[in-house]
C-alpha cells in the first residue's frame, strides 16, 4: 500500500499544534529602545487532520504569529488561530460572527496588517477579513463598519502621503471584474469602483503612483471548466 506524503504536512511545514503565550522573553543581545510595536506574521495552518493526497497549502486555516516589543524587551509571544466559522467548530468554541460575502467563510492565511489602530488577517479569493483585537484574539469578519460591500485582498498597498489603503481584489464570481477600493485613515472604504479586465483573472498583486493604480492582467485565470474538470489545476488556467 502506497501512502500519501504531502511536503507541507511535514518537517518544516507542518502544522502548529497549539496556542502558546509566553511572556518575558529571554533576549539575547539588545532590542533597541526605539522598537516598539508588534511584529506579526500568518500562515496557513490546519486546525484538523487533514488527507495528505488532496491538502493544499492555500487552503490551511490561518494563524497569526506574534511578538511584542517594548522598552528594550520582548514582552510576550503568542500564536492564534483565526477563528472562522469552522476552526471555532473544530476548537469547540462559539462563532464570532458577522456577515459573510457571497456565504464563503475562510480564516484569512496569507497577511496580517496594522490599520487605524486595528489589525485584520487578510487572504485572497473573496472572502472577508477577520478583525482581531491587540493580543491576536478574534474578534470577528469585518466589513470596515459596514462600508465594505464584498470580499477584500491580501495585499493591500498604503499611500505614505495620506495612510488610506489601496487594495485591487478578484473573485471568481465576478466575471472578468476585479474591484479597486480605498480604504481612508479610519478604516472606512471611501471608494470602490469595478473594473473589467481581460478575462477573470487571478490577481495576486497590485501597485499605484501619484495618479494612477496599476492593474495587473495577468495570465493566469479562474477556470470553472477545469474546476468541474478535476484538471487537477483547480480553478485556475493559464492563456
Known amino acids: 500500500m502506497t501512502v500519501a506524503v504531502n511536503p507541507y504536512l511535514q518537517g518544516n511545514f507542518a502544522p502548529v499544534l497549539e496556542e502558546v503565550t509566553e511572556t518575558d522573553l529571554r533576549v539575547q543581545g539588545h532590542i533597541p529602545d526605539v522598537l516598539c510595536g508588534r511584529y506579526l506574521r500568518n500562515g496557513p495552518n490546519p486546525a484538523s487532520p487533514q488527507e ?33 466559522d469552522a476552526v471555532s467548530n473544530v476548537l469547540g468554541e462559539s462563532a464570532r460572527g458577522g456577515a459573510t460575502e457571497h456565504f464563503m467563510d475562510f480564516g484569512p492565511n496569507t497577511n496580517v496588517i496594522g490599520h487605524a489602530g486595528r489589525t485584520f488577517a487578510l487572504v485572497e479569493g473573496g472572502t472577508r477579513p477577520y478583525e482581531l483585537d491587540a493580543e491576536l484574539e478574534t474578534v470577528g469578519r469585518c466589513d470596515f463598519d459596514g462600508t465594505l460591500e464584498g470580499g477584500y485582498t491580501a495585499h493591500p498597498k498604503r499611500d505614505p ?14 466575471g472578468d471584474d476585479v474591484e479597486v477600493t480605498v480604504l481612508d485613515s479610519s478604516a472606512h472604504v471611501r471608494s470602490a469602483r469595478r473594473v473589467t479586465m481581460g478575462g477573470p483573472v487571478s490577481v495576486h498583486d497590485t501597485a499605484f503612483t501619484q495618479r494612477w493604480v496599476v492593474l495587473l492582467d495577468l495570465p493566469v485565470t479562474f477556470s470553472m471548466d477545469a474546476l468541474a474538470e478535476g484538471s487537477g489545476r483547480a480553478t485556475c488556467s493559464t492563456r
Open 161 to 174: 502621503l495620506t495612510g488610506e489603503l489601496y487594495a485591487v481584489s478578484y473573485f471568481f464570481g465576478w
Open 52 to 84: 495528505p493526497s488532496t491538502y493544499h497549502w492555500f487552503s490551511g486555516d490561518g494563524m497569526v504569529h506574534g511578538i511584542r516589543l517594548r522598552d528594550g524587551r520582548a514582552e510576550w509571544y503568542r500564536n492564534r488561530w483565526v477563528r472562522s
